[in-house]
């Protein structure tokens, strides 16, 4: 499978515990973007790489957020002291910077975290 | 102003029907629109996109039609099939920027 993956798939915590969820992108592509998707609603933008650098970053990632992505590679994706609120779909994509300019991102299946 | 409203918020067509997507936006810096398909469990799927120097735009039963003037666009599925029932998201990006913005999401039904 050559697409975005991303572990686990679910992930059920209880308050106050910290999660990490992984992003693999697709292959040669040196974007990565993180949106988070509430019940009934469309993925909202969190943050964005290129290659190694962060370099955007949505007023919705509190403090309590923190990501990375080391050698431009893979991604994760931390949550401390998680919160009823954290409960969401947590989407990765990535993209490779177009001719056009467009780069499509792609994305992959999303963690499903449950805070309990 | 990043707000992209999608309309309306369920559809329900019959099978061979076309199915008629909405999306209005307001901040004219917007530059690039595509359309997603997300079936339940499943991450959005990129279905197709649109340039604003384009008014139409059309891959297999899809079409985008693109109105510069009114800031709006739309998603055409020509000969629903049930297998297209999943929800739709359109989406903008801001000129130079990287993040999609997202409309509410059309939950689409095609009964047999």
């Known amino acids: 499978d050559t697409g975005v993956s991303q572990d686990p798939r679910h992930k059920i915590t209880k308050r106050g515990q910290n999660v990490t969820f992984r992003c693999d992108p697709i292959?040669?592509?040196?974007?990565l973007y993180w949106y988070r998707q509430t019940l009934g609603q469309g993925p909202e933008f969190l943050t964005y790489?290129?290659?190694?650098?962060?370099?955007?970053k949505s007023r919705l990632l509190s403090d309590r957020f923190s990501a990375e992505r080391p050698k431009g590679s893979f991604s994760t994706l931390e949550i401390q002291r998680t919160e009823q609120g954290d409960s969401a779909m947590y989407l990765c994509?990535?993209?490779?910077?177009?001719?056009?300019?467009?780069?499509?991102?792609?994305f992959g299946p999303g963690t499903r975290l449950t805070v309990l | 102003q990043q707000q992209v409203k999608q309309s309306p918020q369920s559809l329900i067509v019959q099978k061979g029907g076309i199915s008629i997507i909405n999306c209005a936006y307001e901040n004219t810096a917007f530059d690039y629109f595509p359309w997603y398909q997300q079936f339940p469990g499943k991450g959005p799927a990129l279905l197709i996109a649109?340039?604003?120097?384009?008014s139409e735009k059309k891959e297999g039963r899809f079409t985008i039609s693109f109105n510069k003037s009114a800031k709006q666009f739309s998603l055409h599925i020509m000969d629903s099939q049930p297998g297209d029932s999943a929800t739709y998201f359109c989406a903008a990006r801001l000129y130079a920027g990287n993040m999609l913005t997202f409309g509410g999401g059309t939950r689409l039904m095609v009964k047999p």
């Open positions: 994509a990535s993209s490779l910077r177009s001719k056009t300019g467009y780069n499509e991102q792609f």
């Open positions: 292959s040669e592509h040196n974007r």
């Open positions: 649109i340039r604003p120097d384009v």
């Open positions: 790489f290129q290659n190694e650098a962060q370099l955007e």
